[in-house]
């Protein structure tokens, strides 16, 4: 099984320990990206990012910053570098190593620049979202730059595993840097979170990125490695509910 999870826009620099300390797996294509960001002018990145004043400046000056190979002083695992409401979920910080070593081998978070990225590879904070209108090369822009080598990349990995199951835990901006490029032989089971109000259910955004961070949890800390066991998730008051889910469409809901 392989676990696919967004980033987040904000990251942080901790200076974690970790046994696991790997190099992100697509390192040159991450400088040739870079290179681009790094040329443009200042008016040029925020328009392009659509970010204005202190996080326009902010926002520039972390990928002037940005330098390959990657000083150990400022560089951070992914899973502790990102501080969105997914990676508070995720809680990575209080894995054991026998977690870190199961969420390095089955989750995958995936990455405007880096591409796709396991949660013990070391990254330097950057600000650059998939779906920036970003043109590298012959390239119009990020999702056509990495087309399906990300797929490839996951298909490899569950062919190793002897698995063909994809646990869909990322938005709809990353996921399209994986699912239309997947084989049909690979079962994906896309995970929906939604909570109940005036009796009917919808999405909360930001506690469904949460939930996503905790699903992720829970399948690395309970070693799951097939779909049915992931219907007993129940933290953070959700269950499984069955009327709205199918075979590869599990909802989640809570009160």
């Known amino acids: 099984m392989i676990i696919i999870l967004s980033p987040a826009k904000t990251m942080r620099l901790v200076q974690s320990k970790s046994e696991l300390h790997e190099e992100p797996l697509f390192c040159e294509k991450a400088v040739t990206i870079h ?19 202190t996080l326009a400046n902010e926002a520039y000056d972390i990928m002037q910053r940005w330098s390959w190979p990657h000083n150990p002083e400022t560089s951070e695992a992914a899973a502790l570098a990102y501080n969105g409401p997914a990676f ?45 209108p970003l043109g590298v090369g012959k390239f ?51 995970i929906f979170f939604k909570e109940i109000k005036s009796g009917k259910p919808f999405i909360n955004v930001v506690e469904t990125k949460k939930a996503r961070g905790m699903m992720s949890a829970f399948i690395v800390k309970n070693k799951i490695m097939d779909a049915e066991s992931i ?23 809570r009160v």
């Open 35 to 53: 290179s681009v960001v790094k040329n443009l002018s200042f008016s040029e990145f925020s328009s392009l990012m659509k970010v204005k004043g």
């Open 88 to 132: 508070k979920g995720l809680n990575a910080k209080e894995f054991s190593l026998s977690d870190q070593k199961t969420a390095q081998a089955h989750l995958r978070i995936l990455s405007g620049l880096y591409g796709i990225l396991r949660p013990y590879d070391y990254i330097m904070q950057y600000r650059l979202e998939a779906q920036t």
């Open 140 to 190: 119009s822009n990020l999702y056509s730059f990495w087309n399906n080598i990300i797929a490839k990349n996951i298909e490899a990995d569950l062919k190793k595993m002897n698995s063909n199951l994809l646990i869909n835990l990322a938005s709809a901006e990353y996921s399209k840097l994986v699912l239309p490029h997947l084989s049909k032989k690979i079962n994906v089971v896309n």
């Open 231 to 253: 219907m007993a998730f129940d933290l953070g008051g959700y269950y499984f509910d069955r009327d709205l889910s199918d075979g590869n469409n599990f909802t989640f809901l």
